[in-house]
């Protein structure tokens, strides 16, 4: 083999090796990254995946709330009407926080009945419901989902 076509082809290799590591890499990052969201009744009929970092929503169960009086430690029941589990949070709830309300949680899902959440988000006025609190709700058929689409 030529000298020049050699190394041509050892320049090539070594392009086409390094493209395939960094593109590799970035799938393993991002794949660490991705934050799937979830159901109370995907929770509970075990579709969601234990020790997993993921999102979380439903409605928060009236009479669920328990606040810790000494600690930031709050635990709720959220449900869709199909599923409920608890929520472990220590912090300060978002003001707009309240029983019956729709609420995304992200955190690691502990076991299904239980969900330790990092960081809680409340709905943002009295009509708005976060989309995927709203799809659920609609698919379990629960009362409290609007019928009408979230444009309107």
Same mark, same amino acid.
């Given at each position: 083999?030529?000298?020049?076509?050699?190394?041509?082809?050892?320049?090539?290799l070594?392009?086409?090796?390094?493209?395939?590591?960094?593109?590799?890499?970035?799938?393993?990052?991002?794949? !660490?990254? &991705?934050?799937?969201?979830f /159901?109370?009744?995907?929770?509970?009929?075990? +579709? @969601?995946?234990?020790?997993t970092?993921?999102?979380?929503?439903?409605?928060?169960?009236?009479?669920?709330?328990?606040?810790?009086?000494?600690?930031?430690?709050v635990?709720?029941?959220?449900?869709?009407?199909?599923?409920?589990f608890?929520?472990?949070?220590?912090?300060?709830?978002?003001?707009?926080?309240?029983?019956? !309300?729709? &609420?995304?949680?992200?955190? /690691?899902?502990?076991?299904?009945?239980?969900? +330790? @959440?990092?960081?809680?988000?409340?709905?943002?006025?009295?009509?708005?419901?976060?989309?995927?609190?709203?799809?659920?709700?609609?698919?379990?058929?629960?009362?409290?989902?609007?019928?009408?689409?979230?444009?309107?």
């Open positions: 083999m030529n000298p020049v076509r050699k190394q041509r082809l050892i320049v090539v070594a392009v086409f090796l390094g493209l395939a590591l960094a593109t590799a890499l970035a799938v393993y990052a991002l794949r !660490q990254n &991705i934050n799937l969201f /159901t109370p009744q995907q929770v509970v009929n075990g +579709e @969601a995946p234990v020790g970092k993921m999102r979380v929503g439903g409605l928060v169960m009236e009479g669920s709330v328990v606040r810790d009086p000494d600690t930031l430690d635990t709720f029941d959220v449900t869709d009407g199909k599923g409920t608890t929520v472990h949070y220590q912090g300060i709830l978002p003001d707009l926080f309240r029983e019956g !309300q729709g &609420i995304v949680a992200n955190g /690691t899902l502990v076991s299904r009945e239980r969900f +330790e @959440a990092e960081e809680v988000l409340a709905k943002h006025d009295e009509t708005y419901m976060p989309p995927e609190v709203q799809d659920a709700l609609e698919k379990a058929g629960h009362p409290g989902a609007r019928k009408e689409s979230a444009g309107s």
